[in-house]
């Protein structure tokens, strides 16, 4: 079984300020990790993945992720944020098992960005 | 190509009625996913379709039940309904591959009252 802890709920910023949200694991088998936004009223939208190989990983808008597989931790960043990046983050795995597909999430990360 | 599609987008229902939410597929993508999204939740995985046969089930109670047709769109059932069933409910489709992105659809909100 997987378990995905989003370490902090809401994370107020100003804009143009850099911001973090932390993501930590638990599997007992190897596993993809995933970062999901959810802008209000929308379904989820893949912001980036890690498979394999390079442990840093740059996806869309501007993000990026570190996997630290010893601290079984896929930390998700951004330099400097846009009013447009509020909305809510969510870190999701799945297991690199075949026929195993599902994902499983965190409870999510509120990102507020203040001008 | 075409995108994940929901109907409807919400829905109020009463307790202990049944109800059937509907999704269609991205292009080329056999496997469907239902997730429920309670509020202030992450997305907590119900099933999983691929090629109509149920590939893995959540915590999730019987009266839980899906379909997948043929063209690989699918239904979500829920039968006697609970407040607690009261969520976001999230269908996404992806190709049958460890590490495919899961495309998702706006979701269908449903109340029970």
């Known amino acids: 079984a997987q378990s995905v802890t989003q370490l902090d709920s809401q994370v107020p910023v100003f804009e143009e300020a850099p911001v973090e949200l932390r993501c930590n694991y638990s599997s007992s088998v190897s596993v993809y990790l995933f970062w999901y936004v959810q802008y209000p009223n929308q379904g989820l939208q893949l912001l980036l993945k890690y498979l394999s190989g390079s442990t840093l990983v740059k996806g869309i808008n501007g993000f990026e992720a570190e996997f630290n597989k010893s601290q079984t931790s896929f930390h998700l960043r951004k330099p400097s944020v846009h009013i447009s990046d509020t909305a809510e983050y969510f870190c999701?795995?799945?297991?690199?098992?075949?026929?195993?597909?599902?994902?499983?999430f965190g409870a999510g990360t509120t990102v507020t960005v203040r001008a | 190509e075409t995108g994940v599609t929901q109907s409807p987008t919400h829905l109020i229902k009463t307790r202990g009625q049944q109800v059937t939410l509907r999704c269609s597929s991205q292009?080329?993508?056999?496997?469907v996913s239902w997730y429920q999204q309670a509020l202030g939740q992450g997305p907590q995985f119900i099933f999983q379709?691929?090629?109509?046969?149920?590939?893995g089930r959540g915590n999730f109670p019987p009266r839980f039940s899906g379909l997948q047709f043929p063209n690989y769109s699918s239904e979500l059932n829920v039968n006697a309904l609970e407040l607690d069933d009261s969520a976001l409910y999230l269908c996404?489709?992806?190709?049958?591959?460890?590490?495919?992105?899961?495309?998702f659809g706006q979701g269908t909100r449903l109340t029970v009252v």
């Open positions: 379709y691929y090629r109509e046969e149920e590939n």
């Open positions: 292009s080329g993508h056999n496997t």
């Open positions: 999701a795995v799945s297991p690199k098992r075949s026929n195993d597909y599902k994902l499983s």
């Open positions: 996404a489709s992806s190709k049958p591959q460890g590490g495919t992105e899961a495309f």
